[in-house]
């Protein structure tokens, strides 16, 4: 059975930004070639201005945040959600929940609304509290508006189960098997196999990058440490300031080359892991899949995708300790997280299971109307708190 699938909640592909561009990338690819119909939509500021990509359909809609800042990102979001009225689709996956489930009231009544809920954004340090109070009530509007929902990480699954007594489905974000590392590409940067460390994240707070770059400051040690992530936030220019004067942090910037990124995990000493908000990040799972040694802060949601699998960390005392006392590899550790990328997170695993559950709650609807293909509204707007 083919599906109409409609992505919202990204700025678009492919992934020029972050996690859920990286998801709707591989996710809507591989639908694609599963024989289903697929549209994702784009910012009209996205740089792939095309209006096909891999089989994908593209649809860009008009983003004011180049203008007005973040109180675009909710006016692109509901010229999403209104352009996807009229498209017919049978499944809608709302990738995220901060600036669309306001627009609740909006989305299309025929379509199966399946909502991947992120992570626990509220408990971002980087909002204040107004703010956090918002995300809390748009987090409460997505469980309401949606008919489904889906859950990255076993942690958010209990979370969103036991608070708003749903039954969401677990689905993580998938890793990349298939891009293949080359030494050669170090050269560019300067840098030697196995002789420097890495960190690549978001420049936020709940990252700890801070914390890593401190124990790392600390340290004794000759390698350079070379972190990936867009600083031109207000954090960023923070962390950048802070540590300015050791010549051995190199700030890269944003890198969305996968080569170039799955050949700088593959060859450093020890890929560093301090994301605390949110459920399986994907920059940690393409580490894995890139067979990097780990350092990760000891976290549920870092323990449950890597078990006892890395070097753990709660502070900047741990991480200048095991840099000075050279625990950079484990071989069995390496070989463990890449198995369990390949069982459990490639993307053909990935896809498959969204693939499944799509085919499952359209099935489930249409059992439930059997005579017309009204919208059978079976979670939307009812939950308890």
């Not at 996710?27 to 990509?53: D, F, I, M, R």
């Not at 996956?93 to 992570?119: A, E, H, Q």
């Not at 010549?247 to 000493?269: M, N, P, Q, W």
């Not at 950079?328 to 299971?353: L, R, S």
Request: proline share 3%; with cysteine.
């Amino acid at each position: 059975m083919a599906l109409k699938i409609g992505i919202l909640g990204t700025r678009g592909i492919p992934n020029n930004y972050g996690g859920f561009e990286h998801i709707a990338g591989y996710l809507a690819k591989g639908l694609v070639e599963k024989g289903h119909e697929v549209t994702v939509y784009n910012s009209h500021k996205h740089p792939y201005q095309h209006k096909l990509w891999n089989g994908v359909k593209i649809i860009h809609c008009y983003d004011p945040e180049y203008i007005i800042g973040i109180a675009g990102q909710f006016i692109y979001d509901l010229n999403c959600i209104i352009d996807s009225r009229k498209r017919g689709y049978d499944i809608i996956l709302m990738l995220g929940y901060t600036s669309s489930s306001v627009w609740g009231m909006f989305y299309p009544k025929d379509p199966i609304i399946i909502t991947n809920m992120d992570g626990l954004e509220w408990k971002r340090t980087k909002f204040s509290r107004p703010v956090r109070s918002f995300l809390k009530y748009a987090e409460k509007l997505a469980v309401k508006f949606s008919d489904h929902h889906v859950a990255d990480s076993p942690v958010i699954k209990d979370y969103l189960d036991d608070k708003y007594r749903i039954n969401s489905k677990y689905i993580a974000y998938g890793a990349d098997l298939e891009t293949v590392a080359d030494e050669s590409l170090l050269q560019e940067y300067g840098l030697e196999k196995h002789n420097y460390f890495l960190l690549m994240a978001r420049m936020e707070p709940e990252n700890n990058i801070e914390m890593i770059l401190d124990g790392f400051s600390k340290s004794n040690s000759a390698r350079r440490f070379i972190v990936i992530g867009n600083t031109s936030n207000k954090y960023g220019a923070f962390i950048r300031d802070k540590f300015r004067h050791d010549e051995r942090i190199v700030f890269l910037g944003a890198i969305f080359d996968e080569f170039k990124v799955r050949s700088l995990t593959a060859y450093c000493s020890l890929y560093f892991h301090g994301h605390t908000v949110g459920g399986t990040n994907p920059s940690l799972l393409d580490a894995m899949a890139a067979k990097a040694p780990l350092a990760a802060h000891a976290n549920p949601f870092n323990r449950s995708v890597l078990e006892e699998n890395a070097l753990f960390f709660s502070g900047d005392e741990d991480i200048c300790k095991l840099i000075n006392e050279n625990r950079f590899a484990d071989t069995h550790f390496i070989q463990n997280n890449y198995n369990k990328v390949a069982g459990d997170f490639a993307w053909d695993v990935i896809t498959n299971q969204y693939e499944q559950y799509f085919l499952e709650c359209y099935q489930n609807q249409q059992s439930y109307y059997p005579l017309n293909n009204e919208k059978a509204i079976l979670y939307r707007g009812q939950y308890s708190e």
